[in-house]
Every structure is written in C-alpha cells, then in structure tokens.
C-alpha cells in the first residue's frame, strides 16, 4: 500500500507565504514524476508544478515566478513554496504520483487528499 499525505496548507493573506508538503509512505523503491495539481471551487483540477527524478521542473504560468517545487528522494517527500499568494490561487491542492514502484510492484496515478489554501484578507 502506498499513501500520500499532504501539510501546510492554511488561511494567509495576499502577498504571504506557504509551504506545502507531501509525503509518501509505504514500501516504495522508485517514484517517477511527483506533481502539485489544485482545484478551486467550480473550476477542474489543474497542474500547478511536477517535478521528475532526475529534478527537472515543470510549472503553470500562472505561478511561475512565485511557486517553487522540490523533491527529497530520500525522504519520498515533496514540497511547494508558494510565495506572493493571490486570492485566486485560493484552492485545494492536491499530490500526485504518476508512477511508483511499492512492494516490487508498480502503481500508476496515486493522489493525496488535498489541503485547503485560502488566500484572503
């Protein structure tokens, strides 16, 4: 069994900062592309960022700039710094696995359970 479980997320206002974490656990021995994706109210679930093995990254438009994904490989962790929040990036954030080995077997499109990020004043 393989789960991943989000942290970080929070009321901030606009301009702050937040760091999401995501951590995987079970008997893993190889992850693929790790991703933040979110989904606001009444929108569809959107990439924010990914990041490979071999650490090259990937981010939407709308927050490059002011977000930052990281991985630790050794920790099967993942985070995103988000600075210079805006209200509409306001949302739930979700992490995903596309691909991961767990237990010698592989498994595909693995979700965490989201974390609420509220950007307000």
């Known amino acids: 069994q393989v789960q991943l479980v989000e942290s970080g997320g929070g009321l901030v206002q606009p301009g702050g900062s937040l760091r999401l974490s995501c951590a995987a656990s079970?008997?893993?021995?190889?992850?693929?592309?790790m991703a933040w994706y979110r989904q606001a109210p009444d929108k569809q679930r959107e990439l924010v960022a990914a990041?490979?093995?071999?650490?090259?990254?990937n981010y939407a438009d709308s927050v490059k700039g002011r977000f930052t994904i990281s991985r630790d490989k050794a920790k099967n962790t993942m985070y995103l710094q988000m600075n210079s929040l805006k209200p509409e990036d306001t949302a739930v954030y979700y992490c995903?696995?596309?691909?991961?080995?767990?237990?010698?077997?592989?498994?595909?499109?693995?979700w965490g359970q989201g974390t609420q990020v509220t950007v307000s004043s």
């Open positions: 079970g008997s893993i021995s190889s992850v693929n592309v």
């Open positions: 995903n696995i596309d691909r991961l080995i767990v237990a010698g077997a592989w498994r595909n499109d693995v």
């Open positions: 990041i490979t093995s071999s650490g090259r990254t």
